[in-house]
């Protein structure tokens, strides 16, 4: 009955929603003759053909046989039978496990995402006349975007009579970048845009490269924790002597 309201639903429609009728209703009709929109592939009695290319559990090739044939052997092997090529002519199928298989198809697909490098551009701000302590502070937090396998875009931002300097900022700007010349390499040249200068830095290191050194080292770090539980405490701190009491 809805699927039949659904053709009969043009005549109260407003205009300018007759498109999204006729995706509505191309849909409804698709389903209303067998068809599916799930992506997952059909398994067992959901395969609708006469006859399929039946592959065995081991990826072994039994040829075209008829669709009951091809039942009768998953329920002899305990699995399921799976349609893996259903453009196919006739379909392929093979003999499964169909839940172990969903398992480690998204197992595989979390392992993936999980070691999916992105590319990230990490931002830091300076200044022409910058303290050196604060200079210093700076350059670590580049050294540890660049350790990480991140670019990193460096700005200098003039202020007013500062503008008119700006040989101060390009000369920061190769400084920092000699300080870091072990660790990364200058991507983009310094330029002027407005009242800043932009210079890039990218890492030598590849971002997947970065990762797993990082994994391996807390690994390890785990692995000692693990092999001595008591060296997380500070050694000379446990070997302090008492106070002796001041003499009168």
Not at 21 to 26: H, L
Not at 181 to 197: A, H, T
Not at 216 to 241: I, L, N, V, W, Y
Request: glycine share 6%; net charge positive.
């Amino acid at each position: 009955m809805i699927v039949r309201g659904i053709f009969c639903a043009s005549a109260w429609l407003r205009p300018n929603e007759h498109r999204r009728y006729a995706a509505v209703r191309q849909t409804a009709a698709w389903c209303y003759r067998g068809g599916s929109i799930s992506a997952e592939p059909r398994i067992n009695d959901r395969i609708r053909v006469p006859e399929v290319r039946l592959v065995g559990p081991s990826g072994e090739q039994v040829g075209i046989v008829p669709l009951a044939k091809a039942l009768e052997l998953a329920q002899e092997y305990d699995l399921d039978l799976v349609e893996v090529a259903a453009n196919a002519r006739p379909p392929v199928c093979k003999l499964m496990d169909y839940g172990k298989f969903k398992y480690e198809s998204a197992m595989k697909a979390r392992e993936a995402r999980k070691n999916q490098a992105h590319t990230v551009i990490k931002e830091m701000k300076l200044r022409p006349k910058i303290d050196p302590h604060d200079y210093d502070t700076k350059k670590g937090h580049v050294v540890r975007f660049l350790k990480q396998g991140d670019k990193v875009k460096i700005t200098i931002m003039f202020r007013g009579r500062e503008q008119s300097r700006p040989e101060l900022g390009y000369r920061l700007l190769q400084r920092l970048a000699e300080d870091v010349q072990e660790l990364g390499f200058v991507e983009s040249n310094p330029k002027q845009d407005g009242r800043n200068m932009i210079m890039v830095l990218g890492p030598h290191k590849k971002k997947t490269e970065a990762m797993a050194e990082a994994r391996q080292a807390q690994e390890a770090r785990k692995a000692e924790a693990k092999a001595h539980p008591g060296r997380s405490q500070d050694p000379a701190a446990a070997q302090t002597p008492a106070e002796e009491p001041a003499e009168a």
